[in-house]
């Protein structure tokens, strides 16, 4: 009782920090205001359209935090700046899930989430962080490579303030209003965009060569948050509507295609901007532009088992493997939407299968009904008295994270790493094992299903009595 009148949860300090980093992004990439208003209009639409869209997003407590859906992604350095971070982002009640090897695509980093993991945090607001680290053992040159990790070893990307809080977090158990607050101001330092650069050119052009990303992580002061993204109900309208506001748009919507019951994740962006920056320089500093920060969209569908992921995974494959161009045929979005007809398009169709996870509740003629409890749970939905909503997908999706990437690295960049995904090496720099989002999404179905049926025994007793 103390502990909640003293402290502030971490679920508010989450909501301050994506206030003032959406804040501090729209002043920083005017672009992204223009894209927020886009998304707004198109959700207003996509509701007004659909009423039953918005009682299920009403059900679930989605229709709130809509506006406040977002994500975000850094990328750092070493090790350090990964386990500091996992600290960090906890104080904000996030958690590491999932692992991410992105050097398949030609990326040379790993990642992960961080994210609310409990179903009321995600409720309340499930702000995500897409955090990769730089895989300098995949940088070929050994003097570039031994230069770069020199650089990142003089760097502090925290703040004082920021790291005073962090212990004090951790040792008091919570912050106050005043320390939150403060919190927050330090911590938005780390992520801020520095147009001066820690390095000269000569040093950038190098590490540039030998991949734009490195020079994006190793020549900066801090891990600049490098995109925010909203979330939209209609991804489709929001691509279409880009161009019309003056907004260059990726070519194609990464992830599964449209679909009458949404699954998993689809996105897309703006390209990245190039801007000014300053070399390092005797003398006078020379001056040159980087391109690393844009904007995305997202929209989220229903989460898959395992059974479903694979499913998923196979049905883009087999469109991605149909000749070396990857996704950018033409007709690309009719070739994915004819391969995923194999996949089931209605809610009861992907449950009956069980390729989506589902949350249960009662109906309001299943609370009202005595002598339920022994029915089964598909003989409950069939007869009204238990509706199944879909669980909505938090994570991400490594092919189209790489596509992500690649059209912010500037598209012609082609690099290839052998397939060496490192979980241990992440692991052991991020000091903490990343959670496993299946069971994350299993733990919140079984939960659901174990409260209808305490909910139908208690039902029984109570008019037994
Ligand atoms: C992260 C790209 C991946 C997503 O939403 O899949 C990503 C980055 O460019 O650092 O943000
Ligand atoms: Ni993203």
Request: hydrophobic fraction near 40%.
């Amino acid at each position: 009782m103390m502990r909640s009148r003293k402290f502030v949860s971490s679920d508010d300090v989450r909501t301050m920090f994506s206030r003032a980093m959406s804040d501090m992004y729209r002043a920083e990439v005017p672009q992204y205001g223009t894209l927020m208003e886009l998304v707004a209009d198109v959700n207003a639409a996509t509701l007004a359209a659909n009423p039953d869209l918005k009682e299920q997003l009403a059900r679930a407590d989605e229709l709130e935090r809509l506006d406040l859906e977002r994500h975000g992604a850094i990328r750092l350095g070493t090790a350090d700046e990964l386990a500091t971070m996992r600290r960090l982002f906890a104080v904000m009640g996030m958690a590491p899930v999932g692992y991410y090897d992105l050097s398949v695509a030609g990326v040379p980093v790993h990642s992960t989430a961080f994210r609310p993991i409990d179903d009321a945090s995600l409720g309340r607001n499930p702000f995500r962080v897409f955090t990769s680290l730089l895989r300098l053992e995949l940088i070929e040159d050994e003097a570039l490579r031994s230069e770069a990790a020199a650089i990142l070893e003089r760097r502090q990307i925290f703040t004082d303030g920021a790291l005073r809080l962090i212990e004090r977090f951790e040792t008091a158990g919570g912050l106050t209003q005043p320390e939150a607050e403060e919190f927050v101001r330090e911590a938005l330092e780390t992520f801020r965009w520095h147009s001066e650069a820690t390095v000269d050119a000569n040093t950038y052009k190098k590490l540039h060569d030998a991949h734009r990303l490195i020079a994006d992580v190793v020549s900066f002061k801090g891990p600049h948050i490098n995109h925010l993204t909203p979330r939209t109900l209609d991804i489709d309208a929001v691509q279409a509507g880009m161009p019309k506001r003056g907004i260059a748009a990726k070519a194609v919507i990464e992830g599964p295609p449209t679909r009458a019951c949404p699954i998993l994740l689809r996105q897309t962006s703006f390209k990245a901007l190039e801007e000014p920056i300053l070399f390092k320089g005797e003398g006078d500093a020379q001056s040159g532009t980087h391109t690393a920060r844009f904007g995305e969209i997202e929209q989220r569908g229903i989460a898959l088992t395992r059974k479903g992921r694979a499913l998923y995974d196979e049905l883009l494959a087999s469109v991605r493997d149909e000749g070396s161009a990857g996704n950018s045929f033409s007709d690309y979005p009719t070739r994915l939407a004819e391969a995923f007809r194999r996949f089931p398009d209605s809610y009861e169709g992907i449950r009956a299968r069980e390729l989506g996870f589902f949350r249960y509740s009662l109906t309001e003629s299943g609370a009202a009904a005595s002598g339920l409890d022994l029915m089964i749970m598909d003989d409950l939905i069939a007869a009204g008295h238990v509706k199944a909503d879909p669980i909505v997908y938090e994570d991400f999706l490594p092919v189209s994270a790489a596509g992500i990437f690649q059209s912010n690295l500037g598209g012609t960049e082609q690099k290839s790493y052998s397939a060496n995904a490192n979980r241990d090496a992440f692991e052991a720099a991020l000091g903490a094992s990343v959670l496993d989002e299946f069971s994350l999404y299993e733990q919140a179905q079984a939960r659901s299903i174990e409260a209808v049926r305490a909910a139908l025994r208690d039902g029984r007793q109570s008019s037994a009595a």
